[in-house]
C-alpha cells in the first residue's frame, strides 16, 4: 500500500486532485506485473485473504455459506478471492479496472484448473443488471482509490438483492495517522487523523496518476447508511504470532499495537 500523507467535511468526500479514471487504469496496468510478483505467493492462486494480516475467509465466514450464491468480487485483481469462491461452491464474477490485472486473472485460471469470469470495467459503473447477485465482496480492491464513494457504493446496491451482503476490507482508518513505515518511526503518529487529504502520485508531467483517499470510521458509516446499506458488524484482524511478513507499512511491530486493516460486513437494505 502507498504511504498516505493524511481534509474534508463530514460527507468523506476527499478534497485535491482527483485522479481520472483513465489514469488510474493505467497505473494499474503499469504496475499489475509487480503487484503479483511481490503479493502472490501470499493471496495464493486460489485463496481468500482479507488483509496483509492474513485472516482467511475458510477461517473467518464473514461471507456466510456461500453455496450456489451470485458473488460479485469489486476490484478483483488477478481474482484470486474469486477462485477461492469457486472452489467454495459459489458462482462468482470479478470486476476490475485494470486489463492487465484480468490478464493475470486468466494465466492463474489456467495455473490452477479453476477459471472465473472476470470483466474490465470501473466499479462506478459497473456493467450488470440490477438485482443480479447475492453477495458481494472486496479484499482491499477499488474502494481506497476511487474519489467518488458514494457512486460505488450506490452501484454495488444496485446490483445487490435485497438484504444481500456486502463485505469489504480496506486500510484502517487509524494507519492515516502514522507513517507508512513498518519500524518504530511507524508508531508515532505525525498527522491528524481528521485530515482527509489523499495521497496522491504524479506522473512524469506532473499530472496526477495515482490516488488513495482516507476516510475516518464515521465517514465511511455515513456513507454506507446513505447507499442504503446497514452495517452489521467491523472486524479489525488482530495481527498473528506467526504472520512474519512485511507488506508496505504492515509489520508484526505495528500488527501487535496498532489495528491494520477494518472489515466492514453489510447488508442491503430492504
Known amino acids: ?6 481534509a474534508t467535511g463530514p460527507s468523506g468526500r476527499a478534497p485535491g486532485p482527483r485522479v481520472p479514471g483513465a ?4 497505473w ?3 504496475n499489475a506485473d509487480e503487484y503479483q510478483l511481490e503479493h502472490g505467493a501470499f493471496l495464493r492462486d486460489t485463496g481468500f485473504v ?3 494480516e492474513g485472516l482467511d475467509e475458510a477461517d473467518a465466514g464473514l461471507l456466510g455459506d456461500v453455496r450456489g450464491l451470485r458473488i460479485l468480487e469489486v476490484g478483483c485483481g488477478a481474482a484470486q478471492c474469486a477462485r477461492w469462491l469457486r472452489t467454495a461452491g459459489a458462482h462468482p464474477v470479478g470486476v476490475d479496472v485494470s486489463f492487465r490485472q484480468a490478464q493475470h486473472a486468466r494465466r492463474l485460471d489456467e495455473q490452477t484448473g479453476v477459471a472465473v469470469p472476470v470483466v474490465t470495467a470501473d466499479a462506478g459503473a459497473l456493467p450488470f443488471t440490477g438485482a ?3 453477495v458481494a465482496c472486496s479484499a482491499y480492491g477499488a474502494l481506497p482509490f476511487v474519489a467518488d464513494l458514494d457512486g460505488v457504493l450506490r452501484e454495488v446496491a444496485r446490483v445487490l438483492r435485497e438484504r444481500g451482503r456486502w ?3 480496506v486500510s484502517h482508518p487509524v494507519r492515516w495517522a502514522f507513517p507508512d513505515d513498518p519500524g518504530p518511526a511507524g508508531l ?5 487523523y481528521f485530515d482527509r487529504t489523499p495521497y496522491v502520485e504524479t506522473d512524469r508531467t506532473g499530472r496526477p496518476a495515482y490516488a488513495e483517499y482516507h476516510r475516518t470510521l464515521g465517514d465511511w458509516i455515513r456513507a454506507l447508511t446513505a447507499a442504503g446499506f446497514v452495517v452489521r458488524d467491523l472486524v479489525e484482524p488482530d495481527w498473528p504470532a506467526d504472520n512474519t511478513n512485511v507488506w508496505g507499512g504492515w509489520s508484526p511491530l505495528r500488527g501487535r499495537l496498532l489495528p491494520g486493516t477494518a472489515i466492514f460486513v453489510c447488508e442491503r437494505a430492504a
Open 1 to 6: 500500500m502507498a504511504e498516505p500523507p493524511g
Open 23 to 26: 489514469a488510474n487504469r493505467r
Open 28 to 30: 494499474w496496468d503499469d
Open 50 to 52: 482479507w488483509g496483509p
Open 132 to 134: 443480479t447477485f447475492d
Open 167 to 169: 463485505v469489504f476490507s
Open 188 to 192: 508515532v503518529a505525525n498527522r491528524s
